[in-house]
């Protein structure tokens, strides 16, 4: 398996502007997480699914995040609009349930804001 | 509010010699406590876990301590090498959800 795939790796957009990240979890893992990474703040779950369903959203930094799972082999995470505090690594990570406790991370993307 | 944080923010130790990075955690309710490496460029990478009604669970090269007595968690490994330069991160889980800590460097002089 390839692993988590989040595209794309890096991007660079301006104040305002729509950003929307992407993400393919392992095949047949049910669980899928959206963290955000800084150095001010570490690493912190913004929202995570289960069957394709959010669980909990209240990482969520505000109204200006949203996050949807169309189907289990497909997630996106998207900023409208983005500001230059949003600049941070954001990571997804999937896990199977009953498969241990290992939450598997992709490579992030690295989001810039101008 | 429940956080986990770290002891020190870097640790280095010479080629060979054993590691050991700590953790203190404040959540009592969580099940169970994962160490993580992140190496730069990369996302964090599972290392090894441990419940909460256990003490000590060993891996390869590496294991991990829980004392919920003082809420303190530590990884140890053993024969530190060139490749175990990276930042580590304890992590501790509760309904299904992670709370990292801030992270600590391990750097490995030759």
């Known amino acids: 398996d390839a692993g988590v795939i989040q595209s794309p790796r890096h991007e660079v957009t301006e104040m305002g502007q729509e950003v929307t990240l992407r993400c393919k979890p392992i095949s047949g893992h049910d669980y899928l997480f959206w963290y955000r990474q800084t150095m001010m703040r570490g690493l912190e779950l913004l929202i995570y699914?289960?069957?394709?369903?959010?669980?909990?959203d209240s990482g969520m930094p505000e109204d200006r995040f949203s996050a949807k799972m169309p189907n289990a082999s497909f997630s996106t995470l998207k900023i409208q609009p983005s500001e230059p505090r949003d600049s941070a690594v954001y990571f997804c990570a999937s896990r199977l349930a009953g498969g241990g406790n290992e939450q598997f991370f992709g490579p992030g993307t690295r989001l810039t804001v101008l | 509010g429940e956080s986990v944080g770290l002891h020190l923010p870097t640790l280095s130790v010479q080629e060979g010699d054993n590691s050991i990075i700590n953790c203190a955690y404040s959540?009592?309710?969580?099940?169970?406590f994962i160490w993580y490496k992140q190496e730069s460029g990369k996302g964090p990478q599972f290392i090894i876990d441990i419940r909460s009604n256990m003490d000590k669970r060993q891996g390869q090269r590496v294991t991990v301590l829980l004392n919920k007595t003082v809420k303190h968690l530590s990884l140890q490994i053993a024969a530190t090498q060139p490749g175990d330069s990276a930042v580590y991160f304890c992590?501790?889980?509760?309904?299904?959800?992670?709370?990292f800590g801030k992270g600590i460097t391990l750097s490995v002089r030759p």
């Open positions: 992590a501790e889980n509760s309904d299904s959800k992670l709370t």
């Open positions: 959540n009592s309710a969580s099940d169970y």
């Open positions: 699914f289960n069957n394709n369903v959010p669980i909990d």
